[in-house]
């Protein structure tokens, strides 16, 4: 067995007053031919970024609709995930040079996992290319594999350096199914896996999303020395140069010239699998400076789900100035506390940022800047925008039209037709 996480149960009726009755019922049903059906996700970590946050809600959903689900980590060292950021860099469009040492890190410690897998399930949801050997490596290893095998791509593959993609989908080609957040992200010489397009989503529900009162967002703020009656402006992201927190820092500079008052929060969480991270967390301490107006935390502050709502929620306008972007849940998030987003026009934040509807699309440190100073210029527009995008991720973008499509598929794979 790999590394089980623990989880909070959640139940789907929890749910009906946000997305109401009829989402309810059609999950409900698709649910009713899937009693019992024993369903594992794997990835690399359990905590930091979007995937892991995704697993927290979808998991006990699961499992409160009569699903036998469960989340199992796997583990790596240092060298591993070191050789996973650089693959996950690569297939986002970056060119790295790769040894034969590399490809050996990656393999051996797919098949370190591969050794420790000891069950059956229905189906298998194997998440990212860290992890993505274990269906090939599990039949390597018993001589047979059980069940349904699908791989969930939650990364942009539009530039992706042609050998790493290679050598990817020279694992992902068995399996059964082979899920993408867009149709642009599925590679020419895919054959095999049947191919879904399903867009990730956030819980409404959890401490990260769920309306808190402004009392506790002012306390939160006064905690850590920001100031509630001066404009701010917030970008929730890993400390990574697809996030591009340091053109973040270059357009607050710009707009402050502005809005002499204005005040930058940057999040970022330290995750286990970026070790990456940390550099660019040092780099971003440097370009900030001594500028007393920029906030650059992460849970090493003890900031955790309440302390990012909170500074979401304050806002005046939320940042995600990405680079590149699979999906950008964090973008997700801003719209959902009713707040305008200006974002990279990237990837899929063009699924979520409708330009000039519910926030800004942006390919530039200047106009990231222009488009902040508009915004701070025109709170009732802001007020507007940030309404629209609330709506609009209630439609498109929350837990449940996430579950349904898992559901969906695996009755497929099942041959389940649920009633009407």
Not at 3 to 22: C, M, N
Not at 139 to 159: N, P, Q
């Amino acid at each position: 067995m790999l590394g089980s996480v623990p989880l909070t149960a959640k139940a789907i009726e929890d749910y009906r007053p946000i997305i109401g009755d009829e989402a309810v019922e059609e999950i409900l049903s698709l649910a009713s031919g899937l009693k019992g059906a024993k369903v594992l996700h794997i990835n690399a970590t359990a905590f930091g970024g979007g995937v892991a946050e995704l697993l927290s809600a979808m998991v006990p959903l699961m499992c409160d609709l009569g699903l036998d689900a469960s989340w199992q980590v796997i583990t790596g060292n240092d060298p591993f995930f070191n050789v996973t950021k650089a693959m996950h860099n690569s297939l986002q469009g970056m060119i790295t040079q790769w040894t034969p040492e590399m490809w050996n890190i990656w393999s051996e410690v797919n098949r370190e996992n591969a050794s420790r897998f000891d069950e059956d399930y229905d189906f298998v949801v194997v998440h990212d290319p860290q992890p993505a050997g274990l269906r090939q490596m599990v039949e390597d290893s018993r001589g047979r594999v059980a069940g349904k095998w699908l791989w969930r791509c939650h990364i942009d593959l539009t530039e992706a350096q042609v050998e790493v993609w290679e050598f990817v989908r020279s694992y992902v080609q068995n399996y059964d199914v082979a899920i993408f957040t867009m149709r642009e992200y599925v590679k020419e010489g895919l054959h095999g896996p049947k191919v879904h397009i399903v867009a990730p989503a956030i819980d409404p529900l959890s401490l990260k999303n769920v309306d808190i009162p402004l009392a506790t967002v002012h306390e939160v703020l006064a905690r850590y020395g920001v100031d509630p009656a001066r404009p701010m402006i917030t970008q929730v992201s890993r400390f990574d140069p697809w996030k591009d927190p340091l053109g973040v820092i270059d357009a607050y500079r710009i707009a402050k010239k502005h809005f002499p008052t204005l005040q930058l929060v940057m999040v970022g969480s330290m995750a286990n699998d970026d070790p990456e991270g940390w550099a660019y967390y040092e780099r971003t301490l440097r370009r900030a400076g001594e500028d007393f107006d920029i906030f650059i935390l992460s849970n090493l502050n003890g900031v955790g789900n309440v302390e990012v709502n909170a500074f979401q929620s304050a806002a005046q306008v939320v940042i995600q100035k990405s680079l590149r972007e699979g999906f950008g849940l964090t973008v997700t998030e801003g719209l959902w506390k009713g707040r305008p987003v200006v974002a990279g026009a990237v990837g899929g934040i063009l699924l979520q940022v409708q330009d000039g509807v519910n926030g800004y699309l942006v390919q530039s440190v200047q106009e990231c800047a222009d488009r902040l100073v508009h915004l701070l210029e025109q709170p009732a527009l802001a007020q507007s925008m940030g309404e629209a995008g609330r709506e609009h991720v209630r439609k498109n973008f929350l837990i449940t039209r996430n579950l349904r499509d898992y559901l969906r598929i695996f009755n497929q794979l099942s041959g389940y037709q649920p009633s009407q």
